[in-house]
């Protein structure tokens, strides 16, 4: 089918690249307004503590400041996704080191220095929870107190310190492990880590006479934010504008609001406008990174490699507000039911507060978590029961029709094909090559989140075509790939079109740069939209070239019939005499997926959504004395249904790949005591071009039966896997088996060491 | 504290507080916002630009060093005949996704393929160490290095 195709389906560049390789293309981090001052916030320096005195007299008096502001100046209201438990300013209490206490606005970033150093802030330090452990602890101190009073969905199931359990519970697990000839028990851990965006989280606010205020910042989710802002300002939200301008990437940690209420309360004190900005060691201590975990898992098999029954919790540290811990814990359920056919499962999740900075959503929520957990303890079962790991997967595998792990049933299942392919580029038969070197397979399946999305598109009196929608270019190209579509069904080239973006008061309504969903959802928009377009071209064209309507064809910027033609431009002209101009506003609302309702509690994401399945084998080395991890080849087979535009998602895959490599052998944001001992580039270490291997991407394409052409989400899925594929891979090379992220070179040699003492 | 340097081939003038970093100046008074502000501690390679020639992190630079000297950003590298080769190279690779990296990268390639026309990947690979790019995972930025590089050779 694709062959047919002239747009989609083809690895054609970027609508936005020819301003990003210039360096003209502007970011929130670049956007500026005359008379523009610099805000700044004053951060708690200890982990939970009250505060006792908080004067700022001293530091409003100082020289170049215009605006200090704590608590005491913004609407006591508590906000927050599913669970409003969050605040703008830390009010009585402190309960992470980094919560907001007050914020400035100053004519320089000096000025606006000085003016956090003189501000007078007192605290008396209160017992802190620095780990899952101790906020599960019987007895253990409430991080907060009021927890009950607090807003909730109903939903949640919440319990003290747990701000949310989620339960799937399919079978009888009990009797699942009855039927097992073997039960296998382990316990894993993940660390906390941060998504990396290049640029920094960054807002400018501006007012009009008329009350109104206007944001331009990179997020993610310019509706989301505005609905926020509306909460904590106590406005209606039409008097709040967010306009998103370039977005220097975001994995995730730019979902939330988080310097663009600064922005805003500083610019109306101060009465100019402000630019928020965070610094590399506000990104590292407070803001939105992956949740660390515990893992548990006990799963049953029977002695030809059967999974009779699981049983798993994970406990994921969300930090000392909700943030999206109650629905991560959700998705993670899914996760750890892996993408297998197990007919007993008892699985939870839970999201629980500690004294550390509030965790969000990261690439994947949960995603590399839980399957790290679940991949490596596929690999200890299959070496136990002297089963190849690829035929103990392919015995267990979904395939097409297969119900899902909350009842549903999975349609466009190409896991077989992935894992087969990417087991031979990986050339599994020599699984262990030679000494220290080793191959690891993991797999998994993820979710294309639903939502709605709105296109306006209008063409031009040239014939060309303006794309307005509310969804923000991230980076992902998903724009690109919905403007694909578009020009597919329109007859045009991808170079007609003109993409206006995110911005809340005039592009239509869109859920967000989120969940893999943009591409697939602005894409099916741009379908609705183009299907009535060509109504309205048709029936105009129909009068004016004597046709009926049905005989007609839109192509190549014509539309003709009996061997009559009319230019794409005269018509739009056309309708500008006679009727307004050619424009449709196109929507989409993806379809509930059904699920059996009676296997969830407490649960905010009981399915995924035209689900994706991958799998990820890696080649590896790994340095005897020192334990470091040398990647020879690395591979990755993703369904992604349909590849609308194929070096884009290479791309997702390539990146993807990276970040989760980073996550697996070097990066953490490392507390003690409360404190992030490594806030900085230097110490909390990201891959370079030198530590990222080349990647194989092998796509392959069972349509979904939502997605534009069959596609489904690609940006989030290749985060997954790449911890269980190495942890598998390092256990293949030497034997030693980490059960815990990241899989530094130390815990390695570590390893190997008692491994020859073991062994002696 | 009056700064005058020649920017992109033109002599400019700004007044910027002592402690400001070239990037700052480049950025907030000269407009001039294609090199980023990623880090601000010499980290991630966002902010290259040339000083007399050389490449610098313009955000370890401090304004008032660049008194009287040139430098060159990536917005000098696009002449009237449209994209730098390099540019062009990004591009048609697909090495931009979020693209806040990009500046830095292009201009740090455009060094290395100077000094050396076709060096060879791992050479490539040590000489962008210092460039942080969180989308790509960096492959078809390499991709767009060789690409650049064999357009640009002598024929
Ligand atoms: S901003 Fe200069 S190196 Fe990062
Ligand atoms: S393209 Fe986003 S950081 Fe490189």
Same mark, same amino acid.
């Given at each position: 089918?694709?062959?047919?195709?002239?747009?989609?389906?083809?690895?054609?560049?970027?609508?936005?690249?020819?301003?990003?390789?210039?360096?003209?293309?502007?970011?929130?981090?670049?956007?500026?307004?005359?008379?523009?001052?610099?805000?700044?916030?004053?951060?708690?320096?200890?982990?939970?503590?009250?505060?006792?005195?908080? !004067?700022?007299?001293?530091?409003?008096?100082?020289? #170049?400041?215009?605006?200090?502001?704590?608590?005491?100046?913004?609407?006591?209201?508590?906000?927050?996704?599913?669970?409003?438990?969050?605040?703008?300013?830390?009010?009585?209490?402190?309960?992470?080191?980094?919560?907001?206490?007050?914020?400035?606005?100053?004519?320089?970033?000096?000025?606006?220095?000085?003016?956090?150093?003189?501000?007078?802030?007192?605290?008396?330090?209160?017992?802190?929870?620095?780990?899952?452990?101790?906020?599960?602890?019987?007895?253990?101190?409430?991080?907060?107190?009021?927890?009950?009073?607090?807003?909730?969905?109903?939903?949640?199931?919440?319990?003290?310190?747990?701000?949310?359990?989620?339960?799937?519970?399919?079978?009888?697990?009990?009797?699942?492990?009855?039927?097992?000839?073997?039960?296998?028990?382990?316990?894993?851990?993940?660390?906390?880590?941060?998504?990396?965006?290049?640029?920094?989280?960054?807002?400018?606010?501006?007012?009009?006479?008329?009350?109104?205020?206007?944001?331009?910042?990179?997020?993610?989710?310019?509706?989301?934010?505005?609905?926020?802002?509306?909460?904590?300002?106590?406005?209606?939200?039409?008097?709040?504008?967010?306009?998103?301008?370039?977005?220097?990437?975001?994995?995730?940690?730019?979902?939330?609001?988080?310097?663009?209420?600064?922005?805003?309360?500083?610019?109306?004190?101060?009465?100019?406008?402000?630019?928020?900005?965070?610094?590399?060691?506000?990104?590292?201590?407070?803001?939105?990174?992956?949740?660390?975990?515990?893992?548990?898992?006990?799963?049953?098999?029977?002695?030809?490699?059967?999974?009779?029954?699981?049983?798993?919790?994970?406990?994921?540290?969300?930090?000392?507000?909700?943030?999206?811990?109650?629905?991560?814990?959700?998705?993670?359920?899914?996760?750890?039911?892996?993408?297998?056919?197990?007919?007993?499962?008892?699985?939870?999740?839970?999201?629980?507060?500690?004294?550390?900075?509030?965790?969000?959503?990261?690439?994947?929520?949960?995603?590399?978590?839980?399957?790290?957990?679940?991949?490596?303890?596929?690999?200890?079962?299959?070496?136990?029961?002297?089963?190849?790991?690829?035929?103990?997967?392919?015995?267990?595998?979904?395939?097409?029709?297969?119900? #899902?792990?909350?009842?549903?049933?999975?349609?466009?299942?190409?896991?077989?094909?992935?894992?087969?392919?990417?087991?031979?580029?990986?050339?599994?038969?020599?699984?262990?090559?030679?000494?220290?070197?080793?191959?690891?397979?993991?797999?998994?399946?993820?979710?294309?989140? #639903?939502?709605?999305?709105?296109?306006?598109?209008?063409?031009?009196?040239?014939?060309?075509?303006?794309?307005?929608?509310?969804?923000?270019?991230?980076?992902?190209?998903?724009?690109?790939?919905?403007?694909?579509?578009?020009?597919?069904?329109?007859?045009?080239?991808?170079?007609?079109?003109?993409?206006?973006?995110?911005?809340?008061?005039?592009?239509?309504? *869109?859920?967000?740069?989120?969940?893999?969903?943009?591409?697939?959802?602005?894409?099916?928009?741009?379908?609705?939209?183009?299907? *009535?377009?060509?109504?309205?071209?048709?029936?105009?064209?129909?009068?004016?070239?004597?046709?009926?309507?049905?005989?007609?064809?839109?192509?190549?910027?014509?539309?003709?019939?009996?061997?009559?033609?009319?230019?794409?431009?005269?018509?739009?002209?056309?309708?500008?005499?006679?009727?307004?101009?050619?424009?449709?506003?196109?929507?989409?609302?993806?379809?509930?997926?059904?699920?059996?309702?009676?296997?969830?509690?407490?649960?905010?994401?009981?399915?995924?959504?035209?689900?994706?399945?991958?799998?990820?084998?890696? *080649?590896?080395?790994?340095?005897?004395?020192?334990?470091?991890?040398?990647?020879?080849?690395?591979?990755?087979?993703?369904?992604?249904?349909?590849?609308?535009?194929?070096?884009?998602?290479?791309?997702?895959?390539?990146?993807?790949?990276?970040?989760?490599?980073?996550?697996?052998?070097?990066?953490?944001?490392?507390?003690?005591?409360?404190?992030?001992?490594?806030?900085?580039?230097?110490?909390?270490?990201?891959?370079?071009?030198? !530590?990222?291997?080349?990647?194989?991407?092998?796509?392959?394409?069972?349509?979904?039966?939502?997605?534009?052409?069959?596609?489904?989400?690609?940006?989030?899925?290749?985060?997954?896997?790449?911890?269980?594929?190495?942890?598998?891979?390092?256990?293949?090379?030497?034997?030693?088996?980490?059960?815990?992220?990241?899989?530094?070179?130390?815990?390695?040699?570590?390893?190997?060491? !008692?491994?020859?003492?073991?062994?002696? | 504290?009056?700064?005058?340097?020649?920017?992109?081939?033109?002599?400019?003038?700004?007044?910027?507080?002592?402690?400001?970093?070239?990037?700052?100046?480049?950025?907030?008074?000269?407009?001039?916002?294609?090199?980023?502000?990623?880090?601000?501690?010499?980290?991630?390679?966002?902010?290259?630009?040339?000083?007399?020639?050389?490449?610098?992190?313009?955000?370890?630079?401090?304004?008032?060093?660049?008194? *009287?000297?040139?430098?060159?950003?990536?917005?000098?590298?696009?002449?009237?005949?449209?994209?730098?080769?390099?540019?062009?190279?990004?591009?048609?690779?697909?090495?931009?996704?979020?693209?806040?990296?990009?500046?830095?990268?292009?201009?740090?390639?455009?060094?290395?393929?100077?000094?050396?026309?076709?060096?060879?990947?791992?050479?490539?690979?040590?000489?962008?160490?210092?460039?942080?790019?969180?989308?790509?995972?960096?492959?078809?930025?390499?991709?767009?290095?060789?690409?650049?590089?064999?357009?640009?050779?002598?024929?």
């Amino acid at each position: 089918m694709a062959d047919r195709m002239r747009v989609v389906g083809k690895s054609l560049a970027r609508v936005d690249a020819p301003g990003k390789v210039s360096g003209t293309a502007i970011y929130a981090a670049d956007f500026a307004l005359p008379g523009m001052l610099c805000g700044k916030v004053l951060r708690s320096t200890l982990p939970h503590a009250r505060i006792t005195r908080l !004067d700022v007299t001293r530091a409003a008096a100082l020289p #170049g400041v215009r605006a200090v502001i704590t608590a005491a100046d913004v609407p006591d209201v508590r906000y927050g996704g599913g669970l409003k438990d969050e605040t703008a300013f830390a009010k009585d209490k402190v309960r992470y080191m980094g919560q907001p206490v007050a914020a400035v606005a100053a004519a320089t970033p000096e000025a606006a220095e000085a003016a956090l150093a003189a501000i007078d802030v007192v605290y008396e330090p209160l017992p802190a929870v620095l780990d899952l452990e101790a906020a599960l602890a019987p007895g253990a101190p409430l991080i907060h107190e009021a927890w009950e009073s607090y807003t909730a969905i109903p939903i949640l199931h919440r319990e003290g310190n747990v701000c949310n359990r989620a339960r799937i519970v399919a079978g009888d697990v009990e009797r699942g492990f009855e039927e097992a000839d073997r039960v296998f028990e382990h316990r894993f851990r993940t660390g906390m880590v941060h998504q990396g965006y290049t640029e920094p989280r960054a807002a400018v606010a501006s007012w009009d006479s008329s009350g109104q205020v206007t944001v331009w910042s990179n997020t993610q989710l310019p509706f989301e934010v505005q609905n926020t802002l509306a909460e904590i300002l106590q406005m209606p939200p039409s008097k709040i504008r967010v306009v998103v301008p370039g977005v220097g990437g975001g994995f995730g940690g730019k979902l939330r609001v988080g310097v663009e209420h600064f922005a805003a309360f500083l610019a109306r004190k101060s009465g100019r406008p402000v630019r928020v900005a965070t610094t590399s060691e506000e990104e590292l201590t407070a803001a939105y990174p992956r949740q660390g975990s515990i893992v548990e898992l006990k799963t049953g098999v029977t002695k030809d490699g059967r999974i009779t029954a699981k049983a798993g919790r994970i406990w994921l540290d969300t930090g000392a507000f909700a943030g999206s811990g109650p629905g991560v814990a959700s998705v993670a359920t899914l996760v750890l039911a892996g993408p297998y056919k197990i007919p007993n499962l008892y699985l939870e999740g839970f999201a629980v507060y500690t004294n550390k900075t509030n965790c969000g959503s990261f690439r994947a929520p949960s995603g590399p978590q839980a399957n790290f957990a679940v991949e490596s303890q596929m690999d200890i079962i299959a070496d136990a029961l002297d089963l190849d790991p690829l035929e103990f997967r392919l015995r267990n595998i979904v395939r097409e029709g297969d119900e #899902g792990p909350t009842g549903q049933v999975l349609n466009g299942v190409g896991l077989e094909e992935c894992l087969l392919k990417a087991t031979a580029a990986i050339g599994w038969k020599d699984r262990r090559p030679g000494p220290g070197r080793g191959k690891g397979l993991a797999c998994g399946w993820w979710t294309t989140t #639903g939502g709605s999305s709105g296109v306006y598109v209008k063409i031009n009196p040239d014939g060309t075509v303006a794309l307005n929608t509310g969804a923000a270019e991230i980076g992902t190209a998903a724009i690109t790939g919905a403007a694909q579509v578009l020009a597919e069904e329109l007859g045009i080239d991808l170079t007609d079109i003109s993409v206006v973006a995110a911005d809340t008061f005039s592009t239509p309504f *869109d859920f967000g740069a989120q969940g893999s969903r943009t591409a697939f959802a602005v894409g099916n928009a741009c379908l609705a939209a183009a299907a *009535d377009l060509k109504r309205q071209i048709f029936a105009l064209a129909a009068g004016q070239l004597g046709v009926e309507p049905d005989a007609l064809t839109l192509a190549d910027k014509h539309v003709a019939a009996d061997g009559k033609r009319l230019s794409l431009a005269d018509v739009a002209r056309l309708s500008q005499q006679t009727g307004g101009g050619l424009i449709a506003h196109g929507t989409f609302i993806a379809p509930p997926t059904p699920y059996d309702t009676k296997r969830v509690e407490g649960h905010v994401y009981p399915a995924f959504h035209s689900p994706s399945f991958h799998a990820h084998a890696v *080649d590896l080395s790994v340095d005897p004395q020192t334990g470091e991890v040398t990647i020879h080849k690395y591979v990755v087979a993703q369904d992604v249904g349909f590849a609308i535009n194929p070096t884009y998602i290479e791309g997702q895959i390539e990146g993807g790949v990276a970040q989760g490599l980073g996550q697996t052998l070097s990066e953490e944001i490392i507390y003690e005591g409360g404190r992030v001992l490594n806030p900085n580039l230097t110490d909390y270490k990201m891959p370079t071009t030198l !530590d990222v291997p080349r990647v194989e991407s092998i796509l392959v394409q069972h349509p979904s039966l939502v997605g534009p052409h069959g596609a489904k989400g690609v940006g989030e899925p290749p985060n997954i896997e790449p911890p269980a594929a190495v942890a598998n891979a390092v256990a293949a090379a030497t034997g030693v088996r980490i059960t815990s992220l990241p899989i530094t070179a130390e815990k390695i040699a570590l390893g190997l060491v !008692d491994a020859r003492a073991g062994g002696a | 504290m009056r700064v005058r340097v020649r920017v992109n081939g033109e002599w400019r003038e700004a007044d910027p507080w002592e402690g400001t970093s070239l990037l700052s100046m480049l950025r907030d008074e000269l407009g001039l916002p294609g090199s980023k502000n990623a880090c601000e501690q010499g980290e991630c390679g966002s902010c290259s630009v040339w000083l007399d020639g050389e490449l610098v992190c313009s955000c370890l630079v401090l304004a008032a060093q660049a008194d *009287d000297r040139d430098v060159r950003t990536v917005e000098g590298l696009a002449g009237d005949g449209g994209l730098h080769p390099v540019q062009e190279a990004f591009l048609e690779a697909g090495a931009v996704q979020c693209g806040f990296c990009t500046p830095g990268l292009i201009v740090a390639v455009t060094d290395l393929l100077a000094q050396d026309p076709s060096p060879s990947e791992a050479m490539v690979r040590e000489a962008l160490s210092g460039n942080l790019c969180r989308c790509t995972g960096y492959q078809k930025i390499l991709d767009a290095v060789r690409l650049a590089a064999e357009r640009m050779a002598p024929r």
